[in-house]
């Protein structure tokens, strides 16, 4: 069996669709360092701002990350989340994120950030979009309106925080959350970064959901479960909310159980 994640990622800010006034009064500030900004989350707080990076730093190291606190955010990058739904649209957005993350949560000193037009059109040609496609994106306003859109809209549907993770499995009618109707049960939500075990569990458990169902329906099962312990992309596990993730996340499809030319069961998060 083969695990296959299929994501598709909501813009969002947590500053939501505020601009002027309105955001200026928001406790959290629009831009600054990742550092800077943290002081937003502790009350202007400096020794726990520095033991929240700590925290952070050692989360990352256990994953093979080492955090550059020196990078510049804007809590509302609209650009580097045009760029995402551009990505998107040429099946290239995991490979941008995993980029843009990359320069962004690592390499902030250097200047790079996903705020800045030379980091995302650098992540933009590491995941494979021609080059003078993502230069025309930024010239233009393609995808602002949606972005904007979806940042008044994550709120709205009661989304305060990332990372969060809504597990869909279409097959057995578990649907719902925050952006999707109630189907015959509740899907899983992971609202915030865990560790393996916590994704490890809910993939052995979807398995065995549809597996059950598919007993009870007389369907063939191909092979037996294995090697639940994949983990999902490093940068999902310890991204802090304090860094302005690049978005929202929700699979628009679900969990899906299939059995391939090869016959073998795969489950693709989508």
């Not at 989360?59 to 990078?71: E, K, L, N, V, Y």
């Not at 990332?162 to 109630?182: A, K, M, S, T």
């Not at 992309?233 to 690049?246: G, H, K, M, S, V």
Request: proline share 6%; aromatic share 6%.
């Amino acid at each position: 069996m083969a695990l296959e994640l299929r994501v598709t990622r909501h813009p969002f800010s947590f500053l939501g669709d505020t601009t002027g006034q309105a955001r200026e009064a928001l406790h959290l500030k629009p831009e600054g360092t990742w550092r800077d900004r943290l002081l937003d989350y502790t009350g202007g707080n400096v020794a726990l701002r520095d033991q929240a990076m700590a925290g952070l730093s050692l989360a990352g190291q256990r994953a093979g990350i080492t955090f550059d606190f020196g990078a510049f955010i804007n809590r509302q990058p609209v650009d580097s989340q045009r760029m995402l739904l551009l990505a998107a649209r040429h099946g290239l957005q995991e490979a941008f994120v995993s980029a843009l993350s990359r320069r962004h949560f690592c390499r902030g000193s250097e200047g790079e950030s996903a705020s800045r037009r030379r980091t995302i059109l650098a992540s933009a040609e590491e995941a494979g979009l021609p080059r003078a496609e993502a230069e025309a994106l930024l010239d233009g306003d393609e995808f602002r309106q949606q972005v904007w859109a979806s940042y008044g809209e994550m709120p709205r549907r009661g989304i305060q925080a990332i990372p969060l993770f809504v597990f869909n499995v279409p097959e057995i009618g578990c649907e719902g959350g925050p952006l999707r109707p109630r189907g015959r049960s509740d899907p899983e939500v992971v609202n915030g970064s865990m560790d393996v075990g916590v994704f490890s569990s809910l993939f052995a458990r979807a398995w065995a959901a549809v597996r059950q169902v598919r007993l009870a329906t007389g369907e063939r099962l191909a092979v037996k479960p294995a090697n639940l312990s994949a983990a999902p992309e490093a940068e999902r596990e310890t991204a802090p909310p304090a860094a302005e993730a690049p978005s929202a996340e929700e699979p628009s499809g679900g969990v899906v159980v299939r059995e391939d030319e090869e016959d073998e069961d795969e489950i693709s998060m989508m």
